[in-house]
């Protein structure tokens, strides 16, 4: 492993994230990737610290190398360069049977044990009377379900962070302690939470999430304030260490547009997504 | 009336429109190949010209697919994974409709993606269901009565149930296929092969239609063969404004601006009456996005990946 370790200095919370992601990462690790921060981080790790690292999409799309911004879970840059194409049902399975190391997963709403909801936020109804319906599970349910160890990305926020969700879409540790893995789930459970303000892990005992870093610039009192139980913290609050100046240079290389790490899809027209296709074919060509 | 075995038939051509009128009746169950890319949209909007009633759409994440004909009052009831539109935004039709009724209520039956992929696997073998050790621990068991748990008769483990999907009609969309229907995918396949099978009538559409020849030069590439085909139709630019690999590029600005327009009901109501009603078909609405503009898609997506062998 061969990092550099100069931190940048200018950079963005988004470009942080993105180096937090990678940082869960390991050589060798096969990551079930969803779009995003998560798939950017797996990018970076690859393209960094972590080259054998086989990045997974649930369309059925093995190991690409894509040479442009990856816009959802079956683009095409999901198959470019890739080392297999194969159907859902199947990436699932090999999911299920143990391959895969890491599982990266999102949600509206986390709790204490790290148990995701993205399928309805009930508000003053239930299941069947949402006050928002959410997309739905995904393949989040059979990520959290089976991944040896999965990391959760989502915006720290009070009515997200939660005592309990509305409804339990992907598993964590349920109820804490050893219920995972008495319910009968073969995966590991989540190691991390990363939001825009810290970093939680776990417990190795209760299973209960406490907080391990803050991003430069963040108090304790101000995660404290944002989550809805009462917190546990590490006797060591950490800061969240910004991404290094290699790091942010692949970042912007890759995001050279800054969909996922600033404008977003905000000012894309015909013309300039074209042009964005086409220099970062050429860019991406020259890196690896 | 003399009854015809549609899938011994040695050329199934006809267009979309005589597929979707042939095959799909109001009431049916039906189902859709594509995950993120390779969505049938240019299959959805030609159902709801055609007016199409009271379905059941069973799918894993059918973004184009499922919010369209829920926004069209076609659905009556969704077996899925999840319905949004990814990256280019939320499925606004799907959410108006269970918070709001609106256009009317629908029945929604929560799966994950793996597990829908298990319910076609099922379908495909003929077997009533399988087990998975996903949904164990979870809501998702809780609120749907269909999913349910036993002890391994082998080891005592907790497995987690699912029903075999049976669609009425499955409908996919492929890279090529020859006329007898023995199509072939390029690129990842979804749950495709296992649609195709577990349902009473298929429908394969695709990029171009090959000869047979063809097809047997790369047998392994065919996803489903023609015993399993019930309808071919040659629908090149099927999944505008989604991405087709080694076809098409994923036309995100025209994506956007279409989501943008589906925020409100009556957005969504000017949109299908321009891009939908206002057309009488597929070609109609891709003459209208514009032949030059689908081109730069096509041409830009060959310098990223092309068909070589």
């Known amino acids: 492993m061969a990092e550099n370790q ?94 895969f190391d890491v599982g990266m997963v999102g949600g509206a709403q986390v709790d204490k044990y790290g148990n995701l909801n993205s399928t309805a936020i009930f508000g003053s109804g239930d299941y069947y009377h949402p006050a928002s319906r959410l997309p739905g599970s995904g393949g989040a349910n059979d990520i959290a379900s089976s991944a040896r ?96 100046e290699e790091q942010l240079r692949i970042i912007r290389i890759i995001d050279r547009a800054g969909i996922y790490t600033n404008n977003g899809l905000k000012n894309l027209t015909f013309e300039s997504y074209i042009q964005l296709l086409e220099g970062s074919l050429e860019e991406l060509q020259q890196l690896f | 009336m003399e009854f015809v075995n549609t899938r011994k038939k040695t050329d199934k051509r006809m267009t979309l429109k005589e597929a979707i009128a042939t095959f799909v009746k109001d009431g049916d169950t039906i189902a859709f190949g594509g995950m993120g890319g390779i969505q049938c949209v240019a299959h959805a909007y030609e159902i709801i010209r055609q007016g199409k009633r009271n379905l059941t759409l069973i799918g894993d994440s059918p973004c184009e697919a499922g919010d369209l004909l829920v926004g069209a009052g076609v659905l009556k009831r969704m077996e899925i994974a999840w319905c949004s539109y990814a990256v280019a935004g939320l499925a606004h039709n799907f959410r108006r409709a269970v918070e709001q009724g609106i256009p009317h209520p629908i029945e929604v039956e929560d799966y994950s993606n793996f597990t829908i992929g298990l319910r076609f696997l099922a379908g495909a073998m003929n077997v009533p ?26 080891t005592g483990e907790t497995v987690a149930l699912v029903p075999a999907a049976r669609p009425d009609v499955a409908i996919v969309h492929v890279s090529r296929s020859d006329k007898r229907g023995n199509a072939q995918m390029f690129g990842f396949s979804s749950n495709a092969e296992n649609l195709v099978r577990a349902a009473k009538k298929v429908i394969i559409t695709c990029e171009e239609i090959v000869s047979t020849d063809e097809v047997r030069r790369h047998p392994n590439l065919t996803i489903a063969p023609e015993y399993t085909v019930d309808a071919v139709a040659e629908v090149p630019f099927a999944c505008h404004p989604w991405n087709m690999p080694y076809y098409y590029a994923y ?52 310098r990223f990946t092309h068909i070589s062998c």
């Open chain 2, 251 to 302: 036309d995100i600005p025209f994506h956007i601006q279409q989501l943008t327009a589906f925020r409100t009901r009556e957005g969504f109501e000017r949109w299908m009456d321009e891009w939908c009603f206002g057309v009488d078909s597929w070609e109609g609405y891709l003459a209208k996005v514009g032949w030059d503009r689908l081109e730069r898609l096509r041409r830009v997506e060959r």
């Open chain 1, 149 to 244: 160890r999965t990391v959760i990305t989502i915006p720290l926020e009070k009515r997200r962070f939660l005592e309990r969700v509305d409804y339990i879409t992907s598993p964590g540790y349920l109820n804490g302690y050893d219920s995972r893995k008495k319910a009968g789930l073969p995966g590991g459970g989540p190691v991390a939470i990363i939001t825009n303000k810290c970093i939680f892990r776990f417990d190795p005992e209760t299973r209960e999430a406490y907080l391990d870093s803050v991003h430069p610039g963040v108090s304790v009192e101000e995660v404290r304030a944002n989550v809805s139980w009462d917190l546990k913290v590490a006797p060591e609050v950490k800061v969240t260490p910004p991404p290094t």
């Open chain 2, 129 to 154: 269901f399988l087990p998975t050790k996903s949904l164990l621990g979870s809501d998702l068991p809780k609120y749907n009565a269909r999913i349910k748990t036993m002890d391994d008769p082998y």
């Open chain 1, 6 to 99: 100069n931190f940048a200095r200018d950079y963005n919370l988004p470009e942080l994230l993105v180096a937090a992601a990678a940082r869960e990462l390991r050589d060798g690790d096969v990551v079930f990737v969803g779009v995003g921060v998560p798939l950017l981080g797996a990018l970076v790790a690859k393209l960094t610290h972590a080259p054998n690292l086989i990045m997974a999409m649930e369309s059925g799309s093995v190991g690409p190398m894509p040479y442009r911004i990856v816009l959802g879970i079956g683009d095409n840059a999901c198959v470019e360069n890739a080392i297999c194409t194969t159907s859902l049902w199947r990436l699932f399975a090999d999911q299920q049977r143990g391959y």
